[in-house]
């Protein structure tokens, strides 16, 4: 990235999602919404276009995209559709994330490749029944007995967690000190097992549940990073997952823009087309300065990472596009009238669907304590 001008390398790893999400995302969507579930055919699809893999490094069967490129591509995911974007983006941010900073070399050989191929998909396990963005009240716990730990706990919210093979979960393992370690857990591991499938107001197609353990062991092994210091891997991995979030929230807001302004060119009232009032028009032009301002945050913060640490500049994004998602899917509805509010058209579902973005990885309270401290340090 020069300035605000994308690379060639950037831009055709853009297209390539564009052209996935126009033809295989786009059109299933609503059927995916109402099925509430996505066919693994289109996981396996993108699976051959390495999206599986994005910023994993090519050693391990990766296409080591720079992080702009990775949130341009995951833009073009959740324009097509938001629920198989999450999949991806815990999958390449939190999941594989996890592994590249703190993985040992066996560990990143033994669970990189095939999880860059997409045949073994990746779920991230931080937050609990009772505890969400007080990462440290932490539950589920960890005891070493010999060369394992052994699990009990409940893990809740876990995405993609009905068919992902490797589970990071956050465990607490010295209670007294806040002490929390960093677990890698393989599917069908004795004492682990998978709760119902929640029934969501949005993201519906995303498979959504507990994970639960029960004298559950795993494999001293299996540690990422340090005993007792898993928080910092959990820390380490915010801004990433951040702006995987800023840029779906741009995604399904530049979604719900078409929608509307397709659908102004088309409506008539009052013997005019919805686009001919003025009233129209400047919805459409806050829509408009509100996506592009979001998108560049989302790009800045995606650089920053590039360079280093961008814990405020992530949080930025992320408040600023969730923000805007919900602004832009609400307006969308709005322009559509009585149409926007059934399921024939496609912003009612953006619009349930730019709801979590608000909540999940930091809700917005989160990013505005987080952006205040960073200011005031």
């Known amino acids: ?43 396996q699809e993108a699976a051959s276009l390495g999206f599986f893999g994005l910023m994993v490094p ?51 050989k ?21 505890a969400g963005s007080d990462a440290k009240g932490l539950t589920t716990s960890a005891v070493r007995d010999g060369d394992s730990y052994v699990l009990n706990g409940t893990k809740a919210w876990v995405s993609s967690a009905g068919f992902a093979e490797v589970f990071v979960v956050f465990v607490s393992t010295d209670k007294a000190n806040q002490g929390v370690s960093c677990l890698l857990v393989e599917k069908g591991t004795p004492g682990m097992s998978l709760g119902k499938k929640e029934k969501k107001m949005g993201m519906r197609g995303s498979d959504t549940r507990e994970v639960s353990f029960r004298d ?30 800023a840029a779906q929230s741009v995604g399904i807001a530049q979604a719900a823009f078409e929608e509307a302004l397709s659908y102004v060119k088309q409506r008539k009232q009052f013997g005019k087309l919805l686009a001919q009032f003025q009233a129209t028009q400047f919805k459409l032009a ?44 609400d307006e969308a509805v709005q322009v559509h009238g009585g149409n926007g509010y059934v399921r024939e058209f496609a912003v009612e579902r953006l619009y349930r669907d730019a709801r979590v973005t608000r909540i999940y990885e930091g809700t917005s309270e989160v990013q505005r304590l987080v952006i205040s401290r960073e200011i005031l340090r």
């Open 216 to 245: 559950c062991r795993v494999p001293v092994a299996n540690l990422l990073g340090a005993e007792h210091e898993g928080f910092k891997v959990a820390m380490a991995l915010l801004d990433s997952g951040r702006i995987g979030i």
């Open 286 to 329: 806050d829509m408009a300065v509100g996506i592009d301002a979001a998108r560049l945050l989302t790009w800045r913060a995606a650089h920053a990472i590039s360079s280093g640490k961008a814990t405020r500049e992530a949080s930025m994004a992320k408040l600023f596009a969730s923000e805007t998602a919900a602004r832009v899917t």
């Open 110 to 130: 033994k669970f990189l490749p095939a999880m860059a191929a997409g045949t073994r998909i990746g779920a991230y396990c931080l937050s609990e029944p009772g």
């Open 1 to 43: 990235m020069n300035g605000f001008e994308l690379s060639e390398d950037q831009k055709a790893a853009r297209e390539t999602a564009r052209e996935f999400a126009e033809k295989r995302l786009k059109p299933g969507a609503h059927a995916w919404d109402e099925e509430e579930a996505i066919p693994p055919a289109v996981y």
């Open 58 to 108: 090519e050693e391990f069967g990766g296409l080591a995209l720079d992080p702009v490129a990775y949130a341009c591509v995951m833009e073009e995911l959740a324009r097509g559709c938001a629920p198989f974007q999450i999949c991806l983006t815990v999958h390449n941010s939190l999941a594989c994330g996890a592994l590249l900073h703190a993985g040992t070399p066996e560990q990143k």
